[in-house]
């Protein structure tokens, strides 16, 4: 950790005005990012005496190593600036809401050629509509039930509707009057798709006008004396009443809002939103953070405000009206224009004091404690064991330091074929998937599991001191400036975070070659460690005998679980190389031959012995497909009708492309899990 007063500022540095600030590690991680109005008193508060400060504070500022500010013209811009580096940057010492992926969301994929209404959890995904989320998701298949009957859209997966459409017939749904078909052309797909926009209408609150226009269809089915249909429209009317009446009104009928609660200790806190749209609760989410930073009650307003309607763009989850919390936001003027903006009419933060909206409130806010206190009761032990996990190994492994940041490595392979490596990332105990990567191994490092593991942590912490010298060269850290990493440009780097400790999946053989392969690049502050699998026992380098940890030992759980998360994900990896090369085809030889010409090529031959026999004119009439890229096709594969002539006068021109051609590496190369950016 850094001494705060090796990068304090000097006072008559810090400008008076309003702007953003952040604290970088020593890595050049940002790790805070604030705003205020005066920068020189907020900027010097941080440090004072550190015996004043209060705890996440201290760990903040003695974490840091630099710190730089950004002046802006008013308030406003530095809340929205704030906001924007704390979505770029995901600093750790910032607050983050997360949304609780248990929420069930009544989901409509809209962007399908066949939308389809259903029950869906976790991350939201482009193109569907979301509704929710709800407390139980029977309650959601009930409601999807009873409107089916009047707006009778697809509802069934993906295989159900491809063997319907094979078969020509629909499914159940499709007979008793709740699936218009569209597998088998009963709707064409500009109606079905009217029918899952009226869906959606009405989830969104425009329910009295589809009951308004059905009464009337029915009174004119009555005058017509056409006594069936109006039976039909009377039980259609009967279902969307009984889906409209399903929630409770709690507040006038025109009134939207979002009802905040919150509970909180001194370590985290507990949030949760009810959804009021025409005077109903359409909806509710809830939020548990840990406190990083130490924030009162109206600067955790201010963080939750931003980041809750930051991404706010789907039309279900629109800034309404009023916004009802606990306590009014630390800039209450800045944060109403800022919402104001994103709505494009006015809206209304406020704390309510009485009558219906305050009684809401306290539901809310009751319901934040209960979630609070279930939180605490699932997760009392796991937040203590994970502490405890860091700190009996660096006690038992005798690190330097905590072993905050771990990186595990596993190699996976079938007897020495489509041999790969994973990288998995545990930081404070947790995975961190973001920081994944694969590997592929071959040549020499491919012999066996030692040279593959000197392999992959040479290629990983080489690229590690590549970037560190990049950073070197852009020169010192500029105080203010634009929002773009002075650093990195605005790009998150690839290998720049070393860990605390490096763990393999192994005995001596795997320690020593990773050892060796940090010394070769000349580093000697990361620890090394083995743990083989048979007796759980842990190696440390230039050790005759291993480390043996206690069975019930919390550090050598966590190790495990580093341990198998890595051999999980190389093996899954390796399955995906292995079919991968059991699916090979004579086309993938032919150069320049890309995935999409290739399908293309076999949708319109069907094979690789009609694509073989077919001739030059046949070739080209693909779209896509040139003379030269036939030539080359027909050669490949051997084609009959390729003259010699055509074969000639290609090749000269195809050998000289092909001199300069590069490897293109992939086989060696190290991928983003979750970008798949080539890294090595």
């Given at each position: 950790m850094a001494d705060p007063r090796t990068y304090r500022p000097k006072t008559g540095e810090i400008p008076t005005t309003p702007g953003v600030y952040r604290f970088r590690d020593q890595h050049g991680r940002v790790i805070y990012v604030g705003k205020a109005k005066n920068?020189?008193?907020r900027l010097n508060s941080y440090f004072a005496s550190p015996r004043t400060l209060l705890p996440k504070t201290r760990t903040m500022v003695f974490s840091a190593s630099s710190v730089e500010w950004t002046?802006?013209?008013?308030?406003?811009?530095?809340?929205?600036?704030?906001?924007?580096?704390?979505?770029?940057?995901?600093?750790r010492f910032n607050i983050a809401?997360?949304?609780?992926?248990?929420?069930?969301?009544?989901?409509?994929?809209?962007?399908?050629?066949?939308?389809?209404?259903?029950?869906?959890r976790g991350d939201k995904q482009k193109g569907t509509r979301y509704f929710g989320p709800y407390s139980q998701a029977w309650a959601i298949r009930d409601t999807v039930d009873t409107l089916l009957r009047v707006f009778p859209m697809r509802s069934c997966s993906g295989g159900v509707f491809r063997r319907a459409k094979q078969a020509g017939r629909p499914c159940l749904l499709g007979y008793i009057g709740k699936c218009s078909a569209p597998c088998v052309g009963r709707v064409t797909p500009e109606e079905h798709r009217d029918i899952a926009q009226e869906f959606c209408d009405f989830m969104a609150g425009k329910q009295q006008p589809f009951i308004t226009e059905l009464e009337k269809k029915m009174h004119a089915a009555v005058a017509e004396l056409d006594y069936e249909r109006?039976?039909?429209l009377r039980d259609d009317i009967g279902a969307l009443t009984k889906a409209f009446t399903k929630n409770a009104v709690v507040l006038k009928e025109s009134v939207d809002a979002d009802v905040f609660g919150i509970a909180q200790d001194e370590l985290e806190a507990a949030v949760q939103v009810f959804h009021v749209r025409g005077g109903r609760i359409r909806g509710q989410r809830g939020w548990v953070v840990e406190k990083v930073d130490d924030s009162d009650d109206a600067e955790l307003i201010e963080q939750l405000l931003q980041q809750?309607?930051?991404?706010?763009?789907?039309?279900?989850?629109?800034?309404?009206?009023?916004?009802?919390?606990?306590?009014?936001?630390?800039?209450?003027?800045?944060?109403?224009?800022?919402?104001s903006g994103l709505r494009g009419s006015h809206v209304a933060v406020s704390v309510p004091k009485r009558g219906d909206k305050a009684a809401l409130a306290d539901t809310v806010r009751e319901n934040?404690?209960?979630?609070?206190?279930?939180?605490?009761?699932?997760?009392?032990?796991?937040?203590?064991?994970?502490?405890?996990a860091l700190q009996e190994l660096q006690d038992a492994l005798e690190l330097t330091d905590s072993p905050l940041r771990i990186e595990c490595y596993d190699i996976s392979h079938v007897q020495g074929t489509n041999v790969v490596a994973s990288m998995v990332v545990f930081e404070d105990g947790l995975a961190k998937k973001s920081d994944y990567r694969k590997f592929g191994i071959n040549g020499d490092a491919a012999r066996d599991d030692t040279a593959a593991m000197y392999d992959v942590i040479h290629r990983r912490f080489r690229n590690y001191l590549t970037e560190q010298a990049e950073r070197a060269a852009s020169g010192p850290v500029p105080r203010g400036g634009a929002g773009v990493d002075p650093v990195h440009g605005g790009a998150r780097p690839k290998f720049a975070y070393p860990p605390n400790l490096v763990v393999v999946d192994g005995g001596p053989p795997q320690v020593a070659a990773a050892g060796r392969a940090l010394a070769d690049l000349?580093?000697?502050?990361?620890?090394?460690?083995?743990?083989?699998?048979?007796?759980?026992?842990?190696?440390?380098?230039?050790?005759?005998?291993?480390?043996?940890?206690?069975?019930?030992?919390?550090?050598?759980?966590?190790?495990?679980?580093?341990?198998?998360?890595?051999?999980?994900?190389?093996?899954?990896?390796?399955r995906q190389r292995r079919s991968a090369a059991m699916t090979a085809s004579e086309l993938d030889d032919v150069p320049g031959l890309g995935p999409v010409k290739r399908k293309a090529l076999l949708k319109a031959f069907g094979s690789v012995k009609k694509l073989r026999a077919a001739d030059l004119a046949e070739l080209t009439a693909v779209p896509g497909v040139g003379q030269a890229l036939a030539i080359s096709v027909m050669r490949t594969l051997g084609s009959p009708s390729l003259t010699e002539g055509e074969s000639t006068a290609r090749s000269g021109a195809e050998d000289a492309e092909g001199d300069g051609a590069t490897d293109g590496g992939t086989e060696r190369a190290a991928v983003n899990v979750s970008t798949g950016e080539l890294l090595d």
């Open positions: 920068l020189r008193s002046v802006v013209g008013s308030e406003f811009e530095a809340l929205q600036l704030e906001y924007t580096w704390i979505k770029e940057y995901d600093p809401f997360k949304d609780d992926k248990s929420y069930p969301y009544l989901a409509i994929t809209m962007g399908e050629e066949f939308p389809r209404v259903q029950v869906m109006a039976a039909t809750v309607y930051g991404d706010a763009t789907r039309e279900n989850e629109r800034i309404p009206r009023q916004v009802l919390v606990p306590e009014l936001p630390a800039d209450l003027e800045d944060v109403t224009s800022w919402l934040a404690v209960q979630s609070l206190r279930l939180h605490k009761s699932r997760r009392a032990g796991d937040l203590t064991t994970r502490s405890a000349g580093i000697t502050d990361i620890d090394v460690v083995g743990l083989a699998k048979r007796l759980e026992e842990v190696w440390v380098p230039d050790s005759e005998f291993p480390v043996i940890l206690p069975r019930a030992s919390h550090g050598l759980f966590l190790l495990q679980r580093v341990r198998d998360e890595a051999h999980r994900f190389a093996i899954t990896f390796h």
